[in-house]
């Protein structure tokens, strides 16, 4: 039977995805601070180890830090580290989505992928997958809206009108910024299925444009997305970190899932993430292409 009052903070889990860097890492800080388990993910070595040793320097007494290491442009790896994570605990109280990015070109993964596709959506829509048993699980000891499953979308995803269903990896057509704004549109109609899904389930789902932020994002992308973000002011990770906090904690954003936020308040996505039947689609069509892996 579910519980009136949340567990306390040390016995409260948040997988943190790209925890190795920038907006994820500044909020696996955070969430240390307030004493939860945080099992952070990362992908490049040196920044992983970096930022374990950073988020346990904060760590309130009674946290507890884990981190893992994946390539989430590789479904199997994305897998493997579930897997991990379902070593570590058994119920997982909020799951933040925020591993990704721009690239600065097309790059087929092993699996034969486009990774900006695959690590920005591909990889949210199995982890959560994966992760929904351990989800399901601390939502049955919690009141209900105050298990969380929160995405990193952005504002690019209005410069993308639709998804591009006959060719959804942009296999034949690439453009590494069209990919991106693609990738993170997908982010948003995940969110919106996902909410759909578990109506009555006390799991609620949000998504969340961070602003443009100072972080290693741009590194990642070609020269034009590189000096846009150098001719322009970001802000630091710290602040859309306090807001994905808010997202996972505040009372309030417990009932009525599939929202959308920014800066410690709602905002409206673009009218082709509120497309209830390409959501539903985007769904399918992400089962199909994860069903054709094995
Ligand atoms: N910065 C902005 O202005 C901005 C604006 C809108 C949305 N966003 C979104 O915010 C999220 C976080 O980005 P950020 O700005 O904090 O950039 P960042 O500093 O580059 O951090 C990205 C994080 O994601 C991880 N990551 C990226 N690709 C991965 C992959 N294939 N497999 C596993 N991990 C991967 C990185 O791991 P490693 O560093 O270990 O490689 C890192 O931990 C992204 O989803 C991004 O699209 C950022």
Known sequence: MPQTTPPPASARTVVITGASSGIGKASAEAFARMGWHVIGTGRTPERCADA???????????????????????????????????????????????????????????????????????????????????????????????????????????????????????????????????????????????????????IATHAMHPGRVGTNFASHGDEAMQSYMAA??????????????????????GCGGGRYFHDLAETEPAPQARDDEAAERLWAESERILAALG
């Open 52 to 202: 374990e040793e950073d988020i346990r320097a904060v760590a309130a007494p009674g946290a507890r830090v884990d981190f893992l290491r994946g390539d989430f442009s590789e479904m199997a790896e994305v897998k493997r580290v579930a897997g991990e994570i379902a070593g570590l605990t058994d119920q997982v109280h909020v799951l933040v989505n925020n591993a990704g990015g721009v690239r600065d070109g097309l790059y087929r993964t092993s699996e034969g992928l486009e990774a900006t596709f695959a690590a920005n959506h591909l990889a949210a829509f199995l982890l959560t997958r994966e992760l929904m048993p351990l989800l399901e699980r601390a939502a049955q000891d919690s009141p209900a809206g105050t298990v969380r499953v929160i995405a990193v979308s952005s504002s690019a995803h209005m410069a993308c009108p639709a998804m591009n269903w006959d060719d959804l990896m942009m296999l034949d057509d690439f453009a590494a910024n069209t990919a991106y704004c693609h990738a993170k549109l997908a982010n948003l109609l995940f969110t919106r299925e996902l909410d759909r899904r578990l109506a009555g389930s006390g």
């Open 232 to 253: 322009n002011a970001c802000i630091p990770p710290e602040s859309p970190a306090r807001t994905i906090v808010w997202m996972a904690t505040a009372p309030e954003l």
